[in-house]
């Protein structure tokens, strides 16, 4: 059976079709990738933008001796509901702590209550008409604006939106992350040197490799489960605190950093060893003074991401408790403490809705010191990266 | 006293015997030296040596005695303790000051010393995966004594109930009996990984054969970075991305089809992980159709294939054991995800096939069970332990064969840098 030209030509027509069809169907993968991180991203922004600006009203507020008493008389009563109670409640403290306060009566800006917040930006909000009106009316007059949003980044938790920060969280994670990096760093610098370095090539050091490879495949839950099972309910580590929470995050830091040191180990040339042991160096000499310095950049570089990836981490510490209400920012490693991802569920679980902004105003800050740290990285390696 | 101020009394004293050591072995071994002998080592090598056999004894007596205490509940007053590692220490230096002798290798010694530690550190992760293995093995032998496993792993109904108040001693005439039938979670688990790999593999995939075979150079080395973002972004930002945008809009689609979905429906927890596993797959995969020998595509160009037939006839299929193995570690990633089912997907243990219903997971359960307020030996908060064993096998197994995978691809075509 012969074809004629037209219809072998038509055939390879369809498959040079076919061929183009595929390199379009997977670039558009390719972009359906990039497309969903473009409106991941603008999703976040838009959301968590408005976290960064609060509500503040301009009120007469009267230092009488019967505020100093109840609060609430400070102010007057018309506006009295726009005002946040979180800074009533502050009012005693201070009159308290500056006596000549007493008596005077002043206009000031004051944080409004986060319905008043949520009226501002024009989201759903729970105030009844009158309110309105009075807030509309403080809004021509200018006393009422939306301002930059400095106790989003000073103060901790609190259950009245107007009030949560993210201060407190912030403080855990660096303690946190301060325990992991403490322990995960030495310990996995030392596992790559001498997996690298030091071990004869046999049954256990294998065992030891793939053991590793393994560890950083484990669901991190179970990294929980461990955490509460061997360090809180064995060795009585306390639960919610920084130190738990540090530990449980090295064990699942460790395979990270013992690979990416492996890596930079390998890739110093060995004529450096050799000529180290030329002159006469110890085993441990020629790591000490001419491999590991020349290897630290890429061990920087893997230390750094796994931290980030440290930092992002929440399942294993929800498990080791560290989602509490945690409304001072403190600095001990053994109390209680939440970190920032554990602060952003915790928040999303709220049902106010003006805590969706505040959980994305988390996550942004979240991400940005991500980004920033992996960005960190990334300079690092190319600044001293150096080819052999 | 407190164990604080022993631990500081333990590290004083320690630090000024260290000191001691140091420069009575640095001083006696330059007196050596200016003798006119001969040495195996430096003077600075002695006196780290002497460190070393100081501190050395001392902690090791001193972390042995606190580790008796802790496993056996031995009461060794922690005095007699810091007495008796002082005792060691003093014994230690004695013996490092004596060996300073021009026979001596110090740094032999040192480098022996070195080398344990090291390999202390190494067996580290060792440990730590049976810890794992051992913390989840014992809490979940606790829990199958009071539940049985065959119940556990075929019944179908999961309901903790009144679990906790047996626990507590106040268990109710007539309260339904807790039931542990874990398939339902299961169904759930699968249900969600299975919809995650339906969007992961595809784009991750194609993703891959687009920056290997067809993306200019320029394109390749801006896209992986920008893909591995994905994998970057922490789980729980992902969680709150399904639960307040993915899942209204789902619930929106589908009212749209005359179809009723729950707002913890399967479907936006599933296409979230599927999207945040997508770099796992493109990533691996991109690497192994790099390394299909080139000489391949040109056999297959040679015979007059387009280059869209020797993708899909030559190159794909040479790189298929890479690839699974790519879709095994991702699926072992979704399987053991927890932040984002957490908060997107349901609390109800569901045994639907419908992926609008809401469904559970076995993570979901794990968190909600150590969560609660409940006796750490209540059936509930053990059954996590119990479903954290199923968890480690499964994910451990598709670990495995994953490696195994890739181990053959890499035999296969002598490739050295996977």
């Known amino acids: 059976m012969s074809q004629s030209f037209d219809e072998i030509s038509a055939q390879l027509r369809r498959r040079h079709r076919k061929s183009a069809r595929l390199k379009w169907v997977s670039m558009g993968a390719l972009g359906l990738a990039g497309l969903f991180l473009v409106l991941f991203f603008a999703d976040m922004l838009v959301k968590g933008l408005p976290a960064f600006q609060q509500a503040q009203i301009q009120v007469e507020v009267d230092y009488s001796e019967q505020a100093s008493q109840l609060p609430l008389a400070a102010v007057q009563e018309d506006v009295r509901p726009l005002v946040s109670r979180g800074y009533l409640r502050l009012i005693p403290g201070r009159m308290e702590d500056n006596p000549d306060l007493l008596g005077t009566t002043r206009m000031e800006w004051v944080l409004a209550d986060g319905q008043v917040d949520q009226y501002l930006k024009g989201h759903h909000s729970k105030l009844s008409g009158s309110e309105q009106t009075v807030v509309e009316r403080l809004v021509d007059q200018g006393r009422a604006e939306l301002r930059f949003n400095t106790t989003f980044f000073t103060s901790g938790d609190s259950k009245m939106p107007e009030l949560a920060g993210i201060a407190a969280a912030a403080m855990g994670t660096v303690l946190t992350l301060l325990v992991t990096l403490a322990v995960s760093f030495p310990i996995g610098v030392m596992t790559a040197v001498y997996l690298e370095e030091f071990a004869p090539d046999n049954r256990v050091t294998q065992l030891i490799e793939i053991n590793i490879n393994n560890l950083a495949a484990i669901p991190s839950i179970l990294f929980g489960l461990l955490g509460l099972a061997i360090f809180i309910n064995f060795f009585g580590v306390p639960r919610s605190s920084p130190v738990v929470g540090g530990l449980t995050l090295a064990l699942m830091t460790l395979p990270v950093i013992i690979i990416a040191t492996r890596t930079a180990l390998r890739s110093v040339p060995d004529s450096i060893r050799h000529a180290a042991f030329g002159v006469g160096c110890s085993r441990w000499q020629v790591v000490r003074d001419h491999v590991l310095p020349l290897a630290m950049p890429g061990i920087m570089t893997g230390s750094i991401i796994g931290l980030a990836q440290a930092m992002g981490e929440t399942a294993p510490l929800i498990i080791v408790g560290m989602v509490a209400f945690i409304p001072d920012v403190g600095a001990t490693f053994t109390e209680a403490a939440t970190v920032l991802p554990a602060q952003i569920f915790t928040w999303a679980g709220e049902p106010d809705r003006a805590f969706i902004e505040k959980t994305s105003g988390g996550i942004l800050v979240l991400l940005t010191v991500l980004i920033t740290l992996n960005a960190t990285a990334v300079v690092l390696r190319k600044k001293f990266e150096r080819r052999w | ?418």
Not at chain 2, 45 to 72: E, H, K
Not at chain 2, 128 to 155: C, H, K, N, P
Request: with cysteine.
């Open chain 2, 1 to 418: 006293m407190q164990t604080n101020q022993i631990l500081a009394l333990f590290c004083g004293t320690l630090l000024v015997l260290g000191l001691i050591a140091f420069f009575l072995g640095r001083a006696k071994a330059a007196k050596v030296r200016a003798s006119g002998t001969a040495m195996y080592a430096q003077p600075d090598q002695y006196a780290w040596f002497s460190v070393l056999s100081t501190a050395g004894p001392a902690i090791l007596v001193g972390a042995l005695g606190a580790f008796v205490m802790l496993l056996a509940g031995a009461e060794i007053p922690t005095l007699y303790l810091l007495a008796a590692s002082l005792v060691v220490g003093c014994a230690g230096l004695a013996m490092g000051i004596a060996l300073v002798r021009p026979e001596f290798h110090a740094r032999k010694a040192i480098e022996r010393v070195i080398r344990f530690f090291l390999a202390g550190a190494a067996l580290i992760s060792i440990v730590t995966t049976f810890g794992i293995l051992v913390s989840i093995v014992g809490e979940a032998i606790r829990f199958f004594q009071m539940q049985s496993f065959w119940d556990f792993i075929t019944g179908t109904t999961w309901n903790p109930g009144a679990s906790f108040l047996e626990a507590a001693g106040r268990a109710e005439e007539g309260a339904s009996a807790a039931q542990f039938g874990s398939v339902p979670l299961f169904a759930g688990t699968f249900m969600i990984t299975l919809v995650a790999m339906l969007v992961a593999i595809p784009v991750g995939l194609l993703a891959a054969i687009y920056m290997a075979e067809f993306a200019p150079r320029r394109v390749r080395t801006l896209a992986k970075p920008v893909l591995e973002v994905l994998a970057g972004i922490p789980t729980v930002v992902y969680g709150f991305f399904a639960a307040i945008t993915v899942a209204p809009i789902i619930v929106d689609v589908a009212g749209f089809f005359g179809l009723d979905a729950s707002f913890n429906n399967a479907l936006a927890p599933g296409v979230v992980m599927g999207i945040m596993i997508i770099p796992f797959i493109s990533s691996l995969s991109d690497d192994v159709i790099n390394s299909v020998p080139d000489s391949m595509r040109q056999g297959s160009l040679a015979l007059g294939m387009t280059k869209g037939e020797t993708i899909r006839d030559v190159v794909v299929p040479a790189a298929l054991p890479g690839i699974i193995s790519a879709s095994l570690l991702a699926m072992s990633r979704a399987l053991g995800e927890t932040m984002i089912v957490v908060m997107a997907a349901g609390m109800r243990p569901n045994l639907t096939a419908n992926p609008l219903e809401d469904m559970t997971t076995v993570t979901v359960r794990i968190v909600a069970a150590l969560t609660g307020d409940q006796e750490f030996a209540s059936a509930e908060t053990l059954s996590a332990f119990a479903l954290g064993l199923v968890l480690f096998v499964v994910t451990l197994s598709l670990n495995l064969v994953s490696v195994i995978m890739i181990r053959r691809f890499r035999e296969k075509y002598r490739i050295n840098n996977l």
